[in-house]
C-alpha cells in the first residue's frame, strides 16, 4: 500500500497538471469506483462537472481535491473529491488520445481540453468521493489549515505538515502503554507513517518496536519523530518506494527510494550500522524489520 511520500508524489503532479481548470466531464467505469460517495455513481458524475481544482491537498495517505465552482478566490470552496488509492490505485495525468488503460475506473475531462486525468486500479480497493470540507479539529494550529474533507477529520496530522505539533505527539505516545510501533502506525496519534518507514525510522533510533511508549523518554520520542520525518522525506526525494510496478506517480513513473532502505525488506542480510543480521517477524498481520544487536528487544509486553 503506499504511504506518505507516495501519496505526496501524486499530490504534486496533481496540483501541477490540474489546479485552475475546469472538469468538463466525469466517466465512471461501473458503480465500485463510486461505492463511498453516499449519491452513487450518476450523483457523483453531475456534482464534479463544471466543477474547478483550487488546490490539491494530503494528510497522511489520504489525498483529495478542495473545489469550487469559480477559480476566484472570493468564491467558498466548501467540498473536495476524496481519492483513495487503496492497495494499487492510480492517478494518472495523459494524452486524451492514448488508449483507456484495463483497469481504467475513471476518467476526468477538462474544459482546455489538455491532457485528461484518470483513475487506474487493478485492485479495485480505492476509489473516488465527494464530501463537505469541515473544521480541522486535529490540527493543534488551526491557523495553518483550511479545513479537511469529513471522512478524514479523524485524522491526526503528519510529521510533514505544518500544523504538525510534535510536542504534542511525544505527549500522547508517552502516555500509551503499548508497543511504539503500534502507536506509530495509530494515524489518530500521528498519521503517514506506515510500515515501511516505522521500521527505517525505529532502526535509526536504535529503537526496538515493541519497547513500551511509557517507558520511553521524551528525548527518545522526539528524535523517533524526527527520524521518521526525516526519512519520509528523503523517500519523498526520491519519487517514493516502489516494489512494484503499481506504486507510480501522474506520469507513470516508479520510484527508487527502495535502493537506500536500511533495514525494511532486507532481512537475512547484513545491518549496515553493526554487521549483524536483520531479522523479520510478523506484526500485526505485518512485517517488522529490525536489527537485533542495535535494537535490543526489551522483552514480552506482557
Request: with cysteine; hydrophobic share 35%; glycine share 10%.
Amino acid at each position: 500500500m503506499p504511504e506518505l511520500p507516495e501519496v505526496e508524489v501524486v499530490r504534486r503532479g496533481l496540483a501541477a497538471h490540474t489546479v485552475g481548470r475546469q472538469i468538463e466531464a466525469v466517466r465512471l467505469n461501473g458503480h465500485r469506483v463510486a461505492r463511498r460517495h453516499d449519491g452513487g455513481p450518476d450523483d457523483l458524475i453531475a456534482r464534479l462537472t463544471g466543477q474547478v481544482v483550487r488546490e490539491v491537498r494530503r494528510r497522511g495517505k489520504y489525498l483529495w481535491m478542495v473545489l469550487a465552482e469559480s477559480a476566484r478566490s472570493d468564491v467558498p470552496a466548501d467540498h473536495a473529491l476524496v481519492i483513495h488509492l487503496g492497495m494499487s490505485g492510480q492517478m494518472l495525468v495523459t494524452d486524451p488520445e492514448r488508449p483507456a488503460h484495463r483497469h481504467q475506473h475513471a476518467t476526468i475531462d477538462f474544459a482546455d481540453g489538455g491532457s485528461q486525468l484518470r483513475f487506474v486500479d487493478q485492485r479495485t480497493f480505492g476509489g473516488l468521493l465527494l464530501s463537505d470540507l469541515v473544521p480541522d479539529l486535529r490540527a493543534r494550529r488551526p491557523e495553518l489549515t483550511s479545513g479537511v474533507p469529513a471522512p478524514v477529520s479523524h485524522i491526526a496530522c503528519d510529521p510533514l505538515e505544518p500544523a504538525f505539533d510534535v510536542e504534542h505527539v511525544v505527549d500522547v505516545v508517552r502516555r500509551r502503554r503499548s508497543g511504539i510501533k503500534r502507536a506509530l502506525l495509530d494515524q489518530t496519534v500521528v498519521s503517514g507513517i506506515g510500515n515501511i518507514y516505522a521500521d527505517e525510522a525505529l532502526w535509526r533510533s536504535q529503537i526496538h518496536g515493541e519497547c513500551r511508549c511509557h517507558d520511553l523518554h521524551a528525548t527518545d520520542v522526539r528524535a523517533l519523530i524526527g527520524h521518521a520525518a526525516e526519512v519520509m522525506t528523503q523517500a519523498l526525494g526520491a519519487g517514493g518506494t516502489s516494489f512494484d510496478a503499481l506504486y507510480v506517480n501522474v506520469n507513470g513513473a516508479s520510484g527508487y527510494f527502495d535502493r537506500s532502505l536500511d533495514v525494511y525488506g532486507r532481512q537475512g542480510q547484513p545491518c549496515r550500522r553493526c554487521g549483524a543480521t536483520i531479522r523479520r517477524e510478523q506484526f500485526m498481520n505485518r512485517s517488522s524489520h529490525f536489527c537485533p544487536r542495535c535494537q535490543i528487544y526489551p522483552g514480552h509486553l506482557g
